[in-house]
T-cell receptor, first 115, second 116 residues
Framework: DSGVTQTPKHLITATGQRVTLRCSPR?????VYWYQQSLDQGLQFLIQ???????AKGNILERFSAQQFPDLHSELNLSSLELGDSALYFC??????????????FGEGSRLTVL | AQTVTQSQPEMSVQEAETVTLSCTYD???????LFWYKQPPSRQMILVIR??????QNATENRFSVNFQKAAKSFSLKISDSQLGDAAMYFC?????????????FGKGTLLTVNP
């Protein structure tokens, strides 16, 4: 158990809909990262937050948005969903922007299926 | 931008034997981390081993060891005495240690099959 909690674990929805994925980082971790894992694209970095502020942005679509709240949990909002958005979405956390050990701790992922 | 390449989409090994997974990366930085993560069928991303670029000594964790060649930008993973539980997708990953880019950049993965 990494200590990172993601909900929901599975989500099935229709094209055009909007969903919210939630992530609670490990206790004490200030930095949250979102990744998308699809079959043909591997693990793609979406966005990073540190203590409530956006720190880095990757290949995140304009239809997607995220935020980190004062209690440090984060939400990833996906709107106007398309079939191609079906993927496993991972949240990861680390203590700070940099850490002594460097690794990120991953949640179990949220499996999104768009029909 | 940093890139990570895993040239072996699939590998197989007999139980109790040794297998080496390859990884190369491209960076202009001198200080960074390299990782191997394992993703079993449960989908959980599990850290296998970590290497800090400034350390010349290769990291080891029980049956897992790396061959880190900084000049060649190569970071291979050796699994000794392979076990059925080692079957998984293995991802090589890079992370900067300085500047403002702290995300992990992953390779596309190597699917390891362990044959009994």
């Amino acid at each position: 158990d990494s200590g990172v909690t993601q909900t929901p674990k599975h989500l099935i929805t229709a094209t055009g809909q909007r969903v919210t994925l939630r992530c609670s980082p490990r206790s004490g971790d200030l930095s949250v990262y979102w990744y998308q894992q699809s079959l043909d694209q591997g693990l793609q970095f979406l966005i990073q937050y540190y203590n409530g502020e956006e720190r880095a942005k990757g290949n995140i679509l304009e239809r997607f948005s995220a935020q980190q709240f004062p209690d440090l949990h984060s939400e990833l909002n996906l709107s106007s969903l398309e079939l191609g958005d079906s993927a496993l979405y991972f949240c990861a956390s680390s203590v700070g922007v940099t850490t002594n050990t460097g690794e990120l701790f991953f949640g179990e992922g949220s499996r999104l299926t768009v029909l | 931008a940093q890139t990570v390449t895993q040239s072996q989409p699939e590998m197989s090994v007999q139980e109790a034997e040794t297998v080496t997974l390859s990884c190369t990366y491209d960076t202009s930085e001198s200080d960074y981390y390299l990782f191997w993560y394992k993703q079993p069928p449960s989908r959980q991303m599990i850290l296998v081993i970590r290497q800090e670029a400034y350390k010349q000594q290769n990291a080891t964790e029980n049956r897992f060891s790396v061959n880190f060649q900084k000049a060649a930008k190569s970071f291979s993973l050796k699994i000794s005495d392979s076990q059925l539980g080692d079957a998984a997708m293995y991802f090589c990953a890079y992370r900067s240690r300085g500047g403002s880019n702290y995300k992990l950049t992953f390779g596309k993965g190597t699917l390891l099959t362990v044959n009994p």
